[in-house]
């Protein structure tokens, strides 16, 4: 049983840091593609930083690139988002996606339908 749990959203003011976790359970870490998407209210859901497990490919979606920092832990199962130069058009409702597959292509780290466990997600607020 796979489980994904993500922790550490929050609200900050703009400028401001946030790190978010998350956790996974079973053996999906092996080898993933592990993205974080985004939602805010009225918005489509938007892949926003990815990074495969047994490997060092990294993506981010050009919006954060330079502001976010998305990372691994393996002994943990963990991925980590390290938020930072907050700005108000980032808040949104963070969900952390598992592919369990053997890459994590450009043109496959933030298609939703390619994920096959998500978490329940946590709220980031910048004000």
């Known amino acids: 049983h796979v489980q994904l749990v993500e922790s550490g959203g929050g609200s900050v003011q703009a400028g401001g840091s946030l790190r978010l976790s998350c956790a996974a359970s079973g053996d999906i870490f092996k080898q993933a593609c592990m993205t974080w998407f985004r939602q805010a209210i009225g918005k489509e859901r938007e892949g926003v930083a990815s990074i495969y497990t047994d490997g060092p490919s990294t993506y981010y979606a050009d919006s954060v690139k330079g502001r976010f920092t998305i990372s691994k832990d393996k002994d943990k199962n963990t991925v980590y988002l390290q938020m930072d130069s907050l700005k108000p058009d980032d808040t949104a409702m963070y969900f952390c996606?598992?592919?369990?597959?053997?890459?994590?292509?450009?043109?496959?780290?933030?298609?939703?339908?390619?994920?096959?466990?998500w978490g329940q997600g946590t709220q980031v607020t910048v004000s």
């Open positions: 996606a598992a592919a369990v597959r053997d890459y994590c292509g450009s043109t496959h780290w933030k298609k939703e339908e390619w994920f096959q466990y």
